[in-house]
C-alpha cells in the first residue's frame, strides 16, 4: 500500500499524482468504450467526439509530468517514493498512447461507417472489453501498489493476444472469400490490433508496478518470475 508521511505537503503532492492519474486513467478508458461504440453504432458524430477529446487526456499528461518533475526538485524522494514518480512518469507516457490509439479506432470507425457492415464484427467488442479491463486494473494495482493485481494483468494479455489472433484469421477469411471485403476487413485489422496494442500498455503498466513494488525490473520476459 501507498506509504504515508509525517511531511504533510509531500503527501498532498503524491496524492494529487495518483488522483491525476487514475483521472487520466479513466478518460483514456471512457475514450476506448466511446470509440467502439461509435463503432458498433455506426455513429460517426461520436467518433468525433472521441477525436476532440483527446486533447483532454494530453493535458493531464502535462499536468502530470509537471507535477512530477515539482516533486523531484522541491521533495528530493528517496527510495520507494522515488521509484513511485519514476513510475508514474513512464505510465501516464502509456496512457497518452492509449488515448491515441483509441483515436485510431474512431477515425477508422468514422471511414467504415461510409460503407455497409462486414457481417458482425466478429469478436472485436469483447477484444476491447479484454484490453479496457486491463488498463483499469494495471492502474488500479498502481494506486493499490498490488502486485498480485499486476500479476493478473500480465497473466491476462496471452488471453488478449489469442483472441486477436483469432479475430485477424477470421477477417482474413472474409477477405479470401470475396475481394470486396478486403477494405472493410482491412480496417477492422487495424481496430483489432489497436485493441491488442492498447492491451500491450495496459502490461508495461502492470510491469511498472512491480518494478515500483519490488524494485525489480521484469519488462523484459527472461526476467519475468511471477512466484518470486
Known amino acids: 500500500m501507498p506509504s504515508t508521511h509525517t511531511d504533510k505537503a509531500f503527501e498532498a503532492d503524491l496524492r494529487d499524482l495518483r488522483e491525476k492519474l487514475l483521472a487520466m486513467g479513466a478518460k483514456v478508458e471512457n475514450l476506448i468504450v466511446q470509440s467502439m461504440k461509435a463503432l458498433t453504432d455506426r455513429d460517426s458524430a461520436l467518433a468525433e467526439k472521441v477525436v476532440a477529446a483527446d486533447k483532454d487526456v494530453n493535458r493531464l499528461e502535462v499536468d502530470i509530468d509537471e507535477l512530477c518533475r515539482k516533486i523531484l526538485a522541491l521533495r528530493q524522494p528517496a527510495a520507494s517514493d522515488l521509484?513511485?514518480?519514476?513510475?508514474?512518469?513512464?505510465?501516464?507516457?502509456?496512457?497518452?498512447?492509449?488515448?491515441?490509439?483509441?483515436?485510431?479506432?474512431?477515425?477508422?470507425?468514422?471511414?467504415?461507417?461510409?460503407?455497409?457492415?462486414?457481417?458482425?464484427?466478429?469478436?472485436?467488442?469483447?477484444?476491447?472489453?479484454?484490453?479496457?479491463?486491463?488498463?483499469?486494473?494495471?492502474?488500479?494495482?498502481?494506486?493499490?501498489?498490488?502486485?498480485?493485481?499486476a500479476e493478473e494483468v500480465l497473466r491476462g494479455d496471452d488471453l488478449l493476444d489469442a483472441l486477436f489472433l483469432k479475430i485477424f484469421n477470421e477477417l482474413l477469411a472474409y477477405m479470401m472469400e470475396d475481394s470486396r471485403n478486403i477494405r472493410r476487413a482491412t480496417a477492422l485489422m487495424f481496430i483489432a490490433k489497436h485493441l491488442e496494442r492498447i492491451g500491450d500498455h495496459a502490461l508495461n503498466v502492470a510491469e511498472m508496478v512491480v518494478y515500483m513494488v519490488r524494485g525489480k525490473d521484469i519488462r523484459h520476459p527472461r526476467s519475468r518470475n511471477l512466484a518470486e
Request: aromatic content about 2%.
Open 83 to 149: 521509484r513511485l514518480i519514476t513510475t508514474a512518469l513512464k505510465i501516464v507516457t502509456d496512457l497518452e498512447r492509449i488515448g491515441d490509439l483509441a483515436v485510431n479506432i474512431a477515425e477508422r470507425s468514422m471511414d467504415l461507417n461510409q460503407a455497409p457492415p462486414l457481417a458482425p464484427y466478429v469478436d472485436t467488442p469483447r477484444l476491447a472489453e479484454l484490453a479496457q479491463r486491463q488498463v483499469r486494473m494495471s492502474l488500479d494495482a498502481f494506486v493499490s501498489g498490488d502486485v498480485a493485481k
